[in-house]
């Protein structure tokens, strides 16, 4: 009797206790789910610098490397790039079929011969344990849907719930009753391929893929052939939603990123944590001089930093190719140095960090240079890419003979584009009929006072052509080629026949008809023209044609202690003197004034070191061919 009061505190009390560990733990994962990528991901990916080819060996060479040298800059990510489960053997390559590794159930696993710890079906566990020792997080690239292989090989879905094959009205389901021949990725034919996101069997296959790689304590994946042009929407939001409800935070990376706008970004960023606005970006100087248009387009669109999965979403300009690399396509590892010069490697590296774009270093880190690690390690760059705003482009520069970053002596013209289907952009199509017993799909907003001729293709039925699928007959339904000439038979496509790198490519190309989903078009109710392969519209956009650009840009930004960041950038071939108004700073940064006479600004150029003390009025610099300067301004 005396114990029962002793007992009843003792119980409460660690009742009491444990909850309250309960409540603190769960409070810290909530907090650590919430805070993902809250700044731009930042670390190494083994593309750049190993193609396909990386080895476990190779990989934990580098990723010790970036723990030792790196990772107190941030770089917090270690990622295993494509093709991890491909065996190295002759014949293989990147878009070979029959070299990959797959288990009972369709899934990647990796090249034992490469990846030996993955042995006994330990996958890539071991890796990620060594990686994490190191202090760092583990990431792999994967595809999209499932693998031709293992649609061939016809295996069984695993549902993940039982441990066994996935079963829905009576019958067991197999690959080819979930994966889309027809919807093949288009740079990678071979090799992959999209599932019935829709249907109970497809998202047990993606389920059961995505469970896999967190069992093996995968901390980033980047989903490949997803978006741009190959958007698949239902899988980019059933992964997102399989992530979300994973024990340990998941970064979600899509890739690639051609014909992408912000519109279609809109429509996954707050699915995701990042997502390639480019295409593959290389080490030629034309690559990063066209990363400068459609960077000014997502900060316009105020897509920087913006809802996120758990988090925040960035738009990604791709990895940084500096350093030691080797080639796209290659099947060897770093072989050559990188191809843009000092000031073109700072060009790239400032742009990326004023954007606040992910730093994700392709070079091998086991050849990285003194000059290449203070470019990817400077202070006010990553200051910049983690804790700046309103980063935008700054348009009131002029350079020496006096003209401004504004448009001048510009014309107009239509260029085909692909866009969101909810974009109000892509509303526009019609059908009319010509005199010659055929119908066109005409566009016909956005014409010239004076201009009556529409852009107009032609509309043809495809014919069913021997050995497609009837099965997939259904995916056509509706569907119509579109046509330059009524008569040549050449065809519309809306997408790449293969991997887009640094090469300059039309969104639209038009090529011999064939029974492929590529070339399939459907004219829509509301004046869309929908592709059947992307699910993206068409759209005929009016840009403008600068007859006189001078290639001068600049950007601002402003810090979180009060500074002030200017970059000026010279695309020009040579030499140019770039300036600025300091009364201008108030037109680019919210709540600022820089009208008072007695304005004044402290000024240091991050690149050169030089100090240039008080400014008052202008500043103005000699900015070399390619090159940048970056200014760091404490303005009063």
């Known amino acids: 009797m005396i114990m029962r009061p002793c007992i009843g505190s003792f119980l409460v009390t660690f009742l009491f206790s444990f909850l309250l560990q309960r409540v603190v733990i769960f409070g810290a994962r909530f907090r650590a789910v919430k805070e993902q990528a809250w700044s731009p991901p930042r670390g190494w990916n083994s593309y750049d610098s190993f193609c396909w080819t990386v080895s476990e060996e190779e990989f934990l060479q580098n990723a010790r490397l970036v723990a030792q040298r790196l990772r107190t800059h941030g770089y917090e990510y270690v990622v295993v790039d494509y093709l991890w489960y491909r065996r190295k053997v002759n014949g293989a390559g990147v878009d070979s079929l029959g070299f990959d590794v797959i288990d009972e159930w369709g899934r990647m696993i990796p090249d034992p011969d490469r990846w030996p710890s993955s042995r006994g079906g330990k996958g890539l566990s071991e890796v990620a344990k060594i990686v994490h020792g190191m202090g760092l997080k583990f990431g792999i690239h994967v595809m999209r849907g499932m693998s031709t292989q293992a649609f061939n090989a016809n295996t069984p879905i695993l549902d993940i719930t039982t441990g066994k094959a996935y079963e829905e009205n009576g019958r067991k389901w197999l690959a080819k009753d979930v994966g889309i021949k027809e919807r093949a990725c288009a740079w990678m034919q071979h090799g992959f391929m999209s599932v019935n996101a829709k249907s109970g069997a497809?998202?047990?296959?993606?389920?059961?893929?995505?469970?896999?790689?967190?069992?093996?304590?995968?901390?980033?994946?980047?989903?490949?052939?997803?978006?741009?042009?190959?958007?698949?929407?239902?899988?980019?939001?059933?992964?997102?939603?399989?992530?979300?409800?994973?024990?340990?935070?998941?970064?979600?990376?899509?890739?690639?990123?051609?014909?992408?706008?912000?519109?279609?970004?809109?429509?996954?960023?707050?699915?995701?944590?990042?997502?390639?606005?480019?295409?593959?970006?290389?080490?030629?100087?034309?690559?990063?001089?066209?990363?400068?248009?459609?960077?000014?387009?997502?900060?316009?669109?105020?897509?920087?930093?913006?809802?996120?999965?758990?988090?925040?979403?960035?738009?990604?300009?791709?990895?940084?190719?500096?350093?030691?690399?080797?080639?796209?396509?290659?099947?060897?590892?770093?072989?050559?140095?990188?191809?843009?010069?000092?000031?073109?490697?700072?060009?790239?590296?400032?742009?990326?960090?004023?954007?606040?774009?992910?730093?994700?270093?392709?070079?091998?880190?086991?050849?990285?240079?003194?000059?290449?690690?203070?470019?990817?390690?400077?202070?006010?760059?990553?200051?910049?890419?983690?804790?700046?705003?309103?980063?935008?482009?700054?348009?009131?520069?002029?350079?020496?003979?006096?003209?401004?970053?504004?448009?001048?002596?510009?014309?107009?013209?239509?260029?085909?584009?692909?866009?969101s289907c909810h974009d109000s952009k892509a509303r526009g199509w019609s059908a009319r009929a010509t005199g010659l017993d055929l119908e066109q799909v005409c566009w016909k907003r956005n014409l010239s006072e004076g201009q009556n001729d529409p852009f107009c293709l032609y509309k043809k039925q495809p014919l069913l052509l021997p050995g497609v699928d009837m099965r997939y007959k259904h995916h056509y339904d509706g569907k119509v080629h579109l046509l330059e000439t009524g008569r040549l038979e050449s065809c519309?496509?809306?997408?790449?026949?293969?991997?887009?790198?640094?090469?300059?490519?039309?969104?639209?190309?038009?090529?011999?008809?064939?029974?492929?989903?590529?070339?399939?078009?459907?004219?829509?109710?509301?004046?869309?023209?929908?592709?059947?392969?992307?699910?993206?519209?068409?759209?005929?956009?009016?840009?403008?044609?600068?007859?006189?650009?001078?290639?001068?840009?600049?950007?601002?930004?402003?810090?979180?202690?009060?500074?002030?960041?200017?970059?000026?950038?010279?695309?020009?071939?040579?030499?140019?003197?770039?300036?600025?108004?300091?009364?201008?700073?108030?037109?680019?940064?919210?709540?600022?004034?820089?009208?008072?006479?007695?304005?004044?600004?402290?000024?240091r150029e991050e690149w050169s070191g030089k100090d240039f003390f008080v400014v008052k009025e202008s500043l103005s610099i000699e900015v070399v061919s390619h090159g940048c300067a970056l200014f760091i301004l404490n303005c009063s």
Not at 228 to 237: A, C, H, K, M, P
Not at 275 to 283: E, N
Not at 492 to 507: I, V, Y
Not at 544 to 566: C, D, F, L
């Open 492 to 603: 519309l496509g809306a997408s790449p026949n293969q991997k887009l790198t640094s090469k300059e490519f039309e969104r639209g190309s038009f090529s011999t008809c064939r029974w492929d989903a590529n070339q399939m078009w459907q004219l829509n109710a509301n004046g869309t023209l929908e592709n059947s392969y992307s699910g993206l519209c068409a759209s005929m956009n009016k840009i403008k044609v600068n007859s006189g650009t001078n290639g001068i840009r600049a950007w601002t930004a402003s810090g979180r202690n009060g500074e002030i960041y200017v970059a000026f950038f010279n695309l020009n071939p040579s030499n140019v003197v770039m300036s600025m108004k300091i009364s201008d700073l108030g037109k680019a940064l919210p709540g600022k004034n820089f009208e008072n006479a007695y304005a004044l600004c402290k000024c």
């Open 202 to 419: 497809g998202r047990a296959f993606l389920r059961s893929l995505y469970q896999q790689y967190a069992d093996w304590g995968v901390d980033f994946v980047k989903h490949d052939c997803v978006f741009g042009e190959d958007l698949d929407l239902d899988e980019i939001s059933y992964v997102s939603k399989v992530l979300s409800g994973l024990n340990h935070s998941v970064l979600y990376s899509l890739s690639p990123g051609t014909s992408v706008t912000p519109a279609m970004a809109k429509s996954v960023n707050g699915l995701v944590n990042m997502y390639r606005i480019t295409g593959d970006d290389w080490d030629t100087w034309g690559d990063v001089a066209s990363h400068f248009d459609i960077s000014r387009e997502f900060s316009a669109a105020n897509m920087i930093g913006a809802q996120g999965l758990h988090g925040k979403s960035w738009p990604d300009l791709d990895m940084l190719p500096l350093g030691w690399l080797t080639n796209a396509g290659s099947n060897e590892g770093p072989h050559r140095k990188c191809n843009l010069n000092i000031d073109e490697q700072r060009t790239q590296m400032t742009l990326w960090s004023m954007v606040k774009s992910p730093l994700m270093f392709g070079g091998d880190m086991r050849q990285l240079d003194d000059t290449t690690f203070k470019i990817i390690t400077n202070p006010t760059l990553l200051e910049i890419n983690s804790f700046s705003s309103n980063n935008k482009e700054f348009p009131y520069i002029t350079s020496q003979n006096g003209l401004e970053l504004k448009d001048h002596g510009s014309s107009e013209t239509l260029t085909f584009g692909l866009t």
